[in-house]
């Protein structure tokens, strides 16, 4: 099949790309993108680490054709911050132990982040159900919760 | 595996796009389930048809009834101010779908259309009464979601004919919707057994004058348990005759044993949840009540 | 008084983290290489059958793919661990769904994927045995006809379908039973899991032109991998070379080759770099998850509660290849044992050919399996005799300077205050506190495994160091652990320290990530070697101060004396200009740990190392009609030892806890006629968020005599005692004991009918 021009706005930039109609996001965005920041695993939906944002909204970029994201903006975890300025998510993530393997941190990060700007002030359950579609088998999520949390607190103040 | 992708920019493109290929296209909505389907190898479309830029598929209307797009996703259910009261079962439904990166995705049209058994909004729609709308090159036919869905992954639906709109009466005064899932997990289940109940009672909140049971994966397709609704209508639905409508709803289903559940075991829950979930629906009518 | 510690014991962030948090960590998922092939495995669809013939020519000819190989194109090498049955790909027959027959390497992989289809392999069935009892009956087919010729380690207690069995024989097992007031027989089952790492096995392999491979890869054991490579490439080890970049979980399912071999070949056969990444269905159907067993135990008790004597058999279902079947058939017989007293035992550890898929390590190999049986059975003999649960297990536990089953002296047993504390937690003195509530517990020992470090360390010219290490970080924060170690004794702070870890060209040998050995062998031999860094600085320090080398002490990046100071890092300039700069080496090995050779046959490990001891406690809600479960409180009391970074000490039993409850209650590979069915993530169920409590750590420290600073391994532990502890609690909220792992919604509604029709 012919490969379709695609016009995608990752992280705030342009990228003008050819990509197979078949291929999801996440192949584009790992294999010709070189974005490895996002996971590849079960690619059925099921474990959350290709997790992106697309128009804000976490989606499992495993699952979404790459021609679908025209016109929409996507943000991998490239696009949250680097070592010089990161997002509060990733500080406290640091703090608080959350990361172990850290395979699932990305989409785990993004998908918080989605839930935390729609939901300033969330409850640990509240972040249960936001997060219950990020498998995570290193920390039993109890460290991630209280990094979710505390980077509630760090960003109300700045809303 | 690769096939040939079209966006078209409204509902009569997609129609005539779906007309020329007839059943070598399929139509992509949310894609959570399509492209597992195709990962599989389980579907091979030569042509997909992706619906993402036909306007106004995404809408919830609500007037003389309920109309929702087929492109409503699970997330704009749960969030709709709409059915937070009367119509909570289909909050209740759309939120055990996958996790959030499923729901912001995964439509309302598309958990139809696949018809699958376990599809968990598929049962609060039936309680509902609701009926689909197929628009075809022919033009639109409407018909009862029931009729519509034919058994695992098949419908009613012709290659050329895009499911439109979903839409069910309002409820009146009394009524109250709820829904009930079993699976292994609490997040990320596909449902064991999943049930959903819609019940209406008299001005006095004493007598049922209207039942609906839908019942999910003990059958090919999501089913209605007439005789459990008829045992209820007319009555006052005290706790023995909610449990006999659970025996009679566990009589109704055929279910399979598969890799989740036996059948045994999944009879057994349609008769623990029938019950649950019609209490959960007067409780609901007396609360508004109060 | 010993000095106030400055980096050890303290919660400080993993020197890992940033790279994480930012996805800037390469995993081995993630490797690339340009002009790179993607290569994918083309697995046997019958469980046991006959290869008449396997036809690629029609898959050669597809666009993109650039070769397919399969047995003709290998050397006929067997290879393994304790047992050498396993072949890169399937000769003459296949014994599982599942079992590699070819590989293709092509230009992507769709094209692989293509070519894969394209291969005809005609099969001739044959009967096939798919479970422990079937393959343990007189005349079943053999899983290997030729296992007689097979090389293995001497040890081995071997016949037919056994692969091993191993025993633990003390006391007078006859009498012990004789003299009980009560014998109590039970048998409890266990299904197969998988260690649900989220990275896939990967590996990608690149030759030079010197006929050397570079391999990168996310395997636990890199210098294993580099050995077995050798074995599968007919080339000396030194011709290989492994390099570990990021590891997304391995919890002993990445110990052994996994898809480095078919890299290596394909890039060979094809001149270009390949890369191979499994699929989720390769890995719940090819992987090696934990074995399903079988555990009969019979257990003499008296009337008061004191065990006399038992006798126990576990059967591990070990799959197709023994794979680690033979030494985890001998570590469980120290867990039937039971971290108790019993002066009478005899203990068997059976590990046996099915035709399923190769069985390997998942986190504590054995121990959930057996400590089920065991922990469940302590609650259902309390029962019977009236007694309390834990007053039973306190009448048994070893306690310091106890002895183990195998004969070896226990120091360090915090086993009491674990108990005692994790009851405490939970509220034990109420144990039903509502309908169909109820609180369970089980204990239970571990092993820290042996096996040796050795580390390379440098101070830097800006007084940096660096750590050398052959030992991969899997996730666990081990080296983080090992470079606090490191930092403490060269009083630098933790992000001083500068990491190298896992390439087997350059790095030191390390036993691997494996058996919770890591921090602490690591640890270790960076106290031996900071102790020799400690001497190169005072002698050069010495001459610069002017001060005797005794008379000198490192503190805060310095060494000094009085109120002379000269930097780590003037040392180093100074090295470096005369000496060659400062660098050591340190090794260490755990100390053999002495025991009754006497009391034990074809045994792979005859004691643990350093033993830890833990209790878990949980509080947990059954609804009786549909069989679900909610755990509202989890607490475990393990004796760490010390601690030497809570944070992720914790971190270790809370995601331990979260894997166990997941066997617990909801995972299992469930095979029907030799065929998993449920080969996705969308029925293989890990717990989620909303499956799991808070967990709540309590760190007991009585500290090992060996370990750093008295650090116990922590990181397999946690894994442990959730089944049981489950099993006792929901028999405890409903009065129903569930004998079968996972404890499904459908059992215990089935057993509640089946109790009250």
Not at chain 3, 198 to 218: F, H, I, K, L
Not at chain 3, 262 to 281: C, D, H, N, Q, Y
Not at chain 3, 597 to 609: D, L, Q
Request: charged letters at 20%; one cysteine or more.
């Amino acid at each position: 099949m012919r490969k379709l021009p695609l016009s995608l706005t990752i992280n705030g930039e342009t990228h003008e790309l050819l990509a197979e109609p078949h291929h999801p996001l996440l192949e584009v965005l790992r294999t010709q993108l070189g974005l490895i920041g996002t996971k590849e695993n079960c690619l059925e939906g099921e474990c959350g680490v290709c997790t992106v944002l697309l128009d804000g909204m976490a989606v499992n970029s495993c699952l979404l054709l790459a021609a679908q994201c025209q016109g929409r903006r996507i943000v991998t975890i490239e696009g949250l911050g680097g070592p010089e300025t990161l997002h509060p998510l990733q500080e406290t993530f640091v703090e608080h132990g959350a990361v172990q393997c850290g395979y699932c941190i990305p989409g785990m990060i993004l998908a918080a982040k989605a839930y935390l700007d729609q939901n300033p002030e969330p409850t640990e359950g509240e972040i249960r159900e936001a997060l219950s579609g990020n498998l995570c088998r290193c920390t039993g999520y109890q460290k991630i919760l209280d990094a979710v949390l505390a980077a509630a607190g760090v960003l109300a103040p700045m809303r | 595996m690769s096939f040939e992708y079209h966006e078209p920019p409204s509902v009569s493109e997609a129609v005539a796009l779906a007309a020329r290929f007839g059943s070598e296209a399929r139509f992509l909505a949310g894609g959570t389930d399509l492209i597992v389907q195709i990962n599989r190898g389980k579907l091979a479309p030569r042509h997909v048809v992706s619906l993402h830029r036909v306007p106004g598929l995404d809408t919830i209307a609500v007037d003389g009834h309920v109309t929702l797009g087929a492109l409503v996703t699970h997330r704009a259910l749960e969030r709709s101010p709409h059915f937070q009261g009367r119509y909570r079962g289909l909050v209740e439904g759309a939120q055990v779908v996958g996790g959030h990166q499923v729901r912001n995705v995964g439509t309302v049209g598309g958990n139809i259309v696949n018809a699958s058994p376990a599809a968990d909004v598929v049962p609060v729609l039936l309680a509902l009464d609701a009926a689909v709308t197929c628009l075809g090159p022919e033009g639109e036919r409407t018909l009862p979601l029931e009729e519509f869905l034919v058994g695992p992954g098949q419908t009613q639906r012709r290659p050329e004919e895009l499911l439109t709109t979903v839409r069910f009466p309002l409820l009146g005064p009394n009524s109250a919707t709820a829904f009930l899932k079993a699976g292994r997990r609490k997040a990320m289940e596909i449902s064991v057994v999943c049930v959903a109940a819609r019940m209406t009672l008299d001005a006095g909140l004493e007598r049922c004058r209207e039942a609906r049971i839908a019942l999910g994966a003990v059958a090919p397709t999501t089913l209605r348990a007439r005789a459990a609704e008829h045992v209820l209508e007319g009555e006052v639905p005290r706790a023995e005759l909610l449990r006999r409508a659970g025996a009679l709803a566990a009589r109704a289903c055929q279910p399979i044993s598969d890799v989740r559940a036996s059948s045994q075991f999944r009879r057994l829950l349609v008769e623990t949840l029938v019950p649950r979930v019609l209490a959960r629906c007067l409780e609901r009518i007396r609360e508004e009540g109060r | 008084m010993a000095p106030e510690l400055r980096v050890v014991g303290k919660p400080l962030p993993r020197v890992d983290a940033y790279g994480k948090v930012t996805g800037k960590t390469v995993y081995a998922a993630d490797f690339t290489l340009p002009g790179m092939l993607f290569g994918k495995v083309l697995r046997g669809t019958e469980p046991h059958a006959r290869i008449v013939r396997i036809d690629a020519r029609r898959a050669l000819t597809l666009p993109g793919v650039r070769a397919v190989i399969s047995a003709a194109d290998v050397a006929d090498v067997r290879y393994g661990g304790a047992l050498k049955d396993e072949t890169v790909f399937a000769r003459e027959k296949v014994r599982y769904v599942g079992q590699p027959v070819a590989a293709v390497a092509a230009a992507t992989s769709e094209a692989a994927e293509a070519a894969l289809a394209a291969i005809d392999v005609v099969y001739d069935p044959l009967p096939a045995v798919f479970d422990v009892e079937g393959a343990l009956a007189p005349g079943a087919p053999l899983v290997h006809e030729a296992w007689e010729t097979y090389s293995a380690i001497p040890i081995l207690y071997r016949e037919g379908n056994i692969c091993n069995r191993a025993r633990i024989l003390a006391g007078d097992v006859e009498r012990g039973l004789a003299e009980a007031d009560r014998v109590f027989e039970h048998r409890f089952t266990t299904r197969m899991v998988h260690q649900g790492y989220t990275e896939p096995r990967a590996a990608v392999a690149a030759w030079d032109s010197a006929g050397q491979v570079t391999v990168w890869s996310n395997t636990q054991l890199p210098f294993e991998v580099q050995n077995t490579l050798a074995e599968i490439l007919q080339l000396p080890p030194s011709r290989i070379r492994i390099l570990v970049p990021g590891i997304g979980g391995g919890f002993g399912g990445k110990l052994r080759v996994g898809v480095e071999h078919f890299a290596a070949l394909l890039a060979r056969k094809t001149g270009r770099p390949v890369r191979v990444i499994t699929t989720s269905e390769e890995e719940l159907t090819a992987a090696y998850p934990r074995q399903g067993t079988i555990v009969e135990l019979k257990t003499g008790v008296t009337r008061d509660g004191r065990l006399t004597g038992k006798q126990g058999r576990i059967f591990f279902d070990t799959g197709a290849f023994a794979g680690s079947g033979p030494g985890v058939a001998s570590v469980a017989t120290l867990i039937l044992a039971g971290p108790y007293c019993i002066p009478n035992l005899h203990l068997e550890g059976y590990a046996v050919y099915t035709n399923k898929t190769n069985c390997g390590s998942f986190r504590a190999p054995s121990g959930p399996q057996a400590n089920f049986a065991v922990e469940s059975q302590m609650d259902i003999i309390a029962d019977a005799l009236g007694m309390d649960p834990l007053d039973l297990r306190l009448r048994n536990i070893v306690r310091e300077g106890d002895e183990g089953p195998t004969g070896q002296l226990l120091t360090g047993v915090g086993l009491e205050e674990c108990l005692r504390r994790a009851a405490d937690a939970i509220g034990w003195n109420d144990r039903r506190p509502g309908p169909s509530r109820g609180k369970g517990i089980a204990c239970g020992w571990w092993t820290t495994t042996g096996g040796s470090s050795g580390v390379y360390v440098k101070i830097n010219p800006d007084g940096t160091v660096a750590l050398n290490t052959g030992a991969a970080e899997i996730g666990t924060g081990a080296l983080t652990g090992a470079a606090q170690v490191l930092a403490e004794q060269l009083s630098v702070e933790l992000s001083d320290i500068n990491l190298v870890s896992a390439d087997t060209y350059s790095t030191p040998f390390d036993f691997g990530a494996q058996g919770s050995r890591t921090a602490f062998s690591v640890g270790n031999a960076c106290r031996a070697a900071a102790a020799d860094l400690r001497r190169q600085l005072f002698a050069l320090a010495s001459r610069q101060l002017g001060v005797e080398p005794d008379a000198l002490e490192l503190r805060e990046r310095h060494v000094v004396a009085g109120g002379k100071r000269v930097s780590l890092a003037d040392l180093s300039r100074l090295s470096q200009q005369s000496g060659g700069g400062l660098i050591a080496h340190g090794t260490f090995i755990a100390p053999p740990t002495p025991y009754d050779t006497k009391r034990v046959e074809a045994h792979v490990y005859p004691a643990f190392h350093s033993p830890s001891f833990h209790a878990h406690a949980v509080d947990l809600a059954v609804d009786p009609e549909t069989g679900e479960v909610t755990l509202h409180r989890y607490v475990v009391a393990q004796d760490v030892g010390f601690a030497l970074n809570p944070t992720y000490v914790e971190g270790q039993i809370e995601g331990g806890v979260a894997q166990g409850v997941g066997q617990a209650l909801s995972e299992e590979i469930v095979y029907e006629n030799g065929r998993v069915v449920n080969p996705n993530l969308t029925d293989y169920k890990m717990p989620t968020t909303l499956d799991l409590p808070r967990i709540e750590s309590i760190l007991v420290q009585h500290p090992s005599a060996v370990g750093p600073y008295g650090a116990k391994g922590v990181g397999e532990p946690p894994n442990i005692e959730p089944p049981a502890a489950v099993a006792n609690a929901v028999a405890a909220a409903i009065g129903v004991r569930i004998t079968s792992l996972p404890i499904t919604a459908e059992k215990i509604v089935m057993a509640l009918r089946k109790e009250t029709p």
